[in-house]
């Protein structure tokens, strides 16, 4: 069967979900914004108990990400994250939430081949980059900025 570009593109519109834009932006800046005003709760709270702001600002990211792996495990992270859409991917949480899904999802298969071969099979292609685009920007930096 031979399909033209214009019944491959009436198939596609058929196929694809409509999108809620009107709906899934404020939910998603909604849970964005209750996970930011947590993190800050959370480095409030650390101060008030003591801890200077670099201290406090440490358990903070701590506390996060073990929440987030917590609730990934439970299976509560993805709920949130089919209403809060990409609010749910805050750096540090949605990170977590990276590495820990794939943990869970192949503990079945074992240490090595399952925990240990997967657990990076989302979060991999991020450090990969983020490492190399690093290293590329301080080369230029050495070499041509300072």
């Known amino acids: ?9 009436e198939m596609v519109k058929k196929a694809s979900p409509n999108s809620k834009c009107m ?3 404020p939910l998603a800046f909604l849970i964005g914004g209750l996970i930011c005003t947590a ?3 959370l480095t409030e709270l650390y101060s008030y108990l003591g801890f ?13 990400v073990f929440l987030s792996a917590l609730f990934t495990g439970l299976g509560l992270y993805e709920k949130l994250a089919k209403y809060g859409g990409a609010g749910t991917l805050v750096p ?11 943990a869970v999802e192949f503990r079945s298969e074992g240490f090595i081949l399952g925990l240990g071969a997967k657990i990076f099979i989302i979060a991999g292609p991020v450090i990969l980059y983020g490492c190399a685009a690093s290293v590329a920007y301080g080369l230029i930096y050495y ?3 300072r």
């Open 52 to 64: 200077d702001d670099r201290t406090a600002s440490a358990w903070c990211t701590v506390t996060l």
């Open 143 to 145: 070499f041509f900025l």
């Open 92 to 102: 540090v949480t949605g990170f977590a939430n990276a590495v820990t899904s794939p």
């Open 1 to 9: 069967m031979k399909l033209s570009k214009k019944q491959y593109g």
């Open 39 to 41: 993190g800050q709760g």
């Open 23 to 25: 709906r899934d932006v």
